[in-house]
């Protein structure tokens, strides 16, 4: 019987990781938003989960800032999160979130940002009503955070560059 295991992302990963972003997304942007963001140094926490050897997921965390108050509060943006088409359904996605919610907490986080198809997130914690005061270039329903902590309600947030570079391609 084969096993499942989660750990943090190296250098060794990289080829590996496109390759999950390409085939779950069936094409290039989120593999290029991955590199851009791990390049540009925005990489928070980015995990891999390994089935017999082989990188079936990855899930990245980036540096989101919310600006409230003329302060700029530190905070997490998870985007993307994949997972190969053949291990769908199998909680790789969710064993993933899990403990990069884990990790994320005990290095101090408090806020999480993801815009994300609500049905699935939720699961996590996140939600629309907790993201609605939020002031966002993608302010929609699937927009959605969760709170660990003492974390801002409101505030415009400031996405990593990497992300309007992505989006613009």
């Known amino acids: 019987m084969s096993m499942m295991s989660i750990r943090a992302a190296t250098p060794r990963d990289r080829e590996a990781i496109r390759l999950v972003e390409e085939h779950a997304f069936g094409q290039q942007a989120e593999a290029g938003l991955v590199d851009a963001l791990v390049t540009g140094g925005d990489a928070v926490a980015e995990l891999v989960a390994e089935e017999d050897g082989q990188v079936v997921g990855h899930i990245l965390f980036s540096r989101l800032f919310v600006q409230s108050s003329g302060k700029n509060y530190a905070a997490v943006a998870l985007?993307?999160?994949?997972?190969?088409?053949?291990?769908?359904?199998?909680?790789?996605?969710?064993?993933?979130?899990?403990?990069?919610?884990?990790?994320?907490?005990?290095?101090?986080?408090?806020?999480?940002?993801?815009?994300?198809?609500?049905?699935?997130?939720?699961?996590?914690?996140?939600?629309?009503?907790?993201?609605?005061?939020?002031?966002?270039?993608?302010?929609?329903?699937?927009?959605?955070?969760?709170?660990?902590?003492?974390?801002?309600?409101?505030?415009r947030l400031v996405y990593a560059s990497a992300f309007g570079s992505a989006l613009a391609a």
């Open 79 to 155: 985007a993307p999160l994949a997972v190969e088409p053949s291990f769908h359904g199998s909680g790789i996605g969710g064993a993933l979130i899990r403990e990069a919610h884990i990790r994320l907490r005990d290095a101090g986080e408090t806020l999480a940002v993801v815009l994300g198809d609500p049905a699935y997130y939720s699961r996590f914690g996140y939600s629309h009503a907790r993201a609605d005061k939020f002031e966002s270039e993608y302010q929609s329903e699937a927009l959605q955070a969760l709170a660990w902590g003492d974390a801002p309600e409101a505030g």
